[in-house]
């Protein structure tokens, strides 16, 4: 199989779809891989790098996307890539497309065979193709938030470990799934007063015996969400319905309670946010302020570290990539239950239900597409 990585042309993404060693892995199956050049510079991995793996260097992305099998990235296809985009073309990213009508409309009508990084299902219903980056984005929005609340940012001007004699900061994780439980660590490693919310007791029981006394946890419900958020410095948003749009937790209204200057990090921006008054911001002016609290709503964090999220996310997706060249999309299916759970677009059809559900389509289970 002919297989291409472009270069990533979201704003401030310089992660990488394939790194030169995932390249190689490709080659020695037999396979012809196309990495559009300059495409691994954010990882510091070169033309050269490549080229030694076995891969070919082509120069911009329209080779790529006019003459390979399967296209390798990292983030959804923006506009400009989507218009390149064949009909029985295979490609393999994170889509996010709940949240995303535009992107799931152009996918639809290009007759690509989209699979969604963030759908890929594991054992017990785990999600191991999103958990690396839930992880690195979780560790990441307490540094972030950490950051938003230092005064010259527009935050409160608050420390989160504190100092001898002043309390510590008040840090709400709304969620103890991957994303809450990595938010978790970091902000109980900084010395934080820390709260877990979560409507599971299960997740709740496990939480709660990891952190011991280092961290309090609440079950999810209004009141006491509306509790621990009004009283809180820095509100992580770490809620996830597995393809389907975030559920709005904290309202508007909500935030008429908070404290002037408090900071909200949504970490499920990619599925639509679960702050009502999120909207997807960049690298590049990452913080506004709604009713005197600063949202914190980059929808690539990784990106920002993005030698440490390339090489974890090819940990995981790589052995698919593989399957899906050796034995065909279908055939890898088949084979790979799992896998199968990662088709959200095909033939012009919605294969993913909560995307179908949230978005209008009708649905069209993935046994049909494998005929």
Partial sequence: MRIGCPKEIKNHEYRVGLTPE????????G??????SGAGLGIDAT????????????????????????????????????????EGQILYTYLHLAPDREQTVDLVESG???????????PRGSLPLLKPMSQVAGRMSVQAGANALEKAHGGRGVLLGGVPGVMPGKVVVIGGGVVGFNAAQMAVGLGADVTILDRDPEVLEKVGTHFEARAATRFSN?????????????????????????PKLVTRELLTRMQKGAVLVDVAIDQGGCFET??????DNP?????????????????????????ALNNVTLPHALQIADHGWKGAMRMNPHLAEGLNVWDGKVTYKAV???LGYEYVPVGKALI
């Avoid at 999120?278 to 690298?283: D, G, I, L, V, Y």
């Fill in 112 to 122: 690509v065979t989209a699979i969604a990084y963030e759908t890929v299902t594991g």
């Fill in 222 to 246: 209004a009141a006491n969400l509306e509790d621990a958020v009004s009283g809180a410095d820095l509100v992580i948003g770490a809620v996830l319905i597995p393809g389907a749009a975030a």
């Fill in 278 to 283: 999120s909207k997807p911001t960049t690298h």
């Fill in 47 to 86: 033309d050269a790098e490549y080229e030694a793996a076995g891969a070919h260097i082509v120069d911009g992305p329209d080779p790529i996307f006019a003459e390979c099998e399967m296209v390798v990235k990292v983030k959804e296809p923006q506009a400009d890539e989507r218009k390149k985009l064949r």
């Fill in 356 to 358: 179908a559900e949230d």
């Fill in 22 to 29: 995932s390249a190689g892995e490709l080659a020695r199956h």
């Fill in 287 to 311: 913080t506004y302020m709604v009713e005197g609290v600063v949202h914190y709503c980059v929808a690539n964090m990784p990106g920002a570290v993005a030698r440490t999220s390339t090489y």
């Fill in 31 to 36: 396979h012809e891989v196309w990495i559009q």
